[in-house]
């Protein structure tokens, strides 16, 4: 995680709040720690979108984490509407 994360560091301290895509990057790159990244996303009042769960989800799939997945997927409710891709992961 070093050079990545400082860079996220970077872009989160020089904008209000970094765009939907950077946030989008980061969860699928932290895997199963893109969670810690979807709350700071929504401290930064930056709804996340079907894609950023999408991205918790798939991680959540390769690595067997199915209780974990399912407690995401009731959250993501809130925050977004599941897609076809979300019913498929």
Not at 3 to 10: A, I, Q, R, S
Not at 40 to 60: D, E, F, G, M
Not at 67 to 72: D, K, L, P, T, V
Request: net charge negative; proline share 3%.
């Amino acid at each position: 995680m070093g050079e990545d994360v400082e860079l996220f560091e970077e872009l989160d301290r020089n904008r209000n709040a970094p765009c939907v895509y950077a946030f989008n990057t980061m969860i699928m790159g932290y895997g199963l720690v893109g969670k810690l990244v979807l709350e700071r996303q929504k401290r930064k009042r930056c709804i996340p979108s079907v894609i950023a769960y999408n991205c918790i989800l798939t991680c959540h799939g390769w690595k067997g984490k199915v209780e974990e997945a399912f407690s995401i997927f009731e959250e993501m409710k809130i925050d977004a509407t599941p897609n076809l891709a979300t019913y498929n992961i």
